[in-house]
């Protein structure tokens, strides 16, 4: 505090880029980075990112850059959700390559964008479970639902029903940008970069 009872205006040091590299959070354009493996840690970095851009604005835009040949499926879910709830209207571009439990966070943008040359895996996925029968059996259930739900989200975002995903998710099945918008799974392709507020 100042001398004479005046506040000071606290100048922040950090550096945006530093932010951006470290955290994958960029504030001065409302950017988020995901790229690798989708894990807890990956996807708490970026579900606090969404709530502290929503804090900032909650009506400003959101851009979530995404790449990534899948990974935990609850962690993606639990992203689906933070961008189905937040209050910010939100983008999704992919980069690269969106895959599994990656396409179900496509899912969950307002407006699904892929790069020209970028390429989407669905399949049902796999799991892994060691230990007793009985606690198996309750996981091949579960596995069951959890397929069912990927399903209806995949049904409620796209022009397929869930037939159409039980079919073609038994095995790995790879879609071009153009197919993945024809399917309904995105909205458009990216041919050119834009940062946030430009005119194409």
Same mark, same amino acid.
């Given at each position: 505090m100042e001398s004479g009872g005046k506040v000071s205006k606290r100048v922040s040091t950090l550096d945006p880029l530093a932010i951006w590299a470290d955290s994958g959070v960029l %504030?001065? %354009?409302?950017?988020?980075?995901? *790229? *690798?493996? +989708? !894990?807890?840690e990956s996807v708490d970095i970026v579900i606090k990112g969404i709530l502290?851009?929503?804090s900032l604005d909650p009506t400003g835009k959101i851009t979530l850059i995404l790449s990534s040949e899948g990974g935990a499926y609850y962690p993606a879910l639990a992203l689906y959700d933070a961008l189905r709830a937040t209050s910010c209207p939100t983008t999704i571009k992919v980069l690269g390559h969106c895959m599994s439990s990656a396409v179900v966070i496509l899912q969950g943008a307002d407006h699904r964008v892929i790069s020209e040359n970028a390429r989407i895996l669905i399949h049902d996925g796999t799991e892994g479970y060691e230990g007793e029968a009985r606690n198996f059996e309750k996981w091949g259930k579960q596995c069951v639902l959890d397929r069912q739900l990927m399903y209806d989200i995949f049904a409620s975002r796209s022009k397929c029903d869930q037939k159409w995903f039980d079919r073609n998710c038994q095995h790995d099945k790879f879609l %071009?940008? %153009?197919?993945? +918008? !024809?399917? *309904?799974l995105a909205d458009e392709i990216l041919t050119k970069y834009v940062q946030q507020g430009e005119t194409p």
């Open positions: %504030t001065t %354009t409302r950017m988020l980075y995901l *790229g *690798g493996e +989708i !894990s807890q502290a851009l929503e %071009t940008p %153009t197919e993945c +918008i !024809s399917l *309904g």
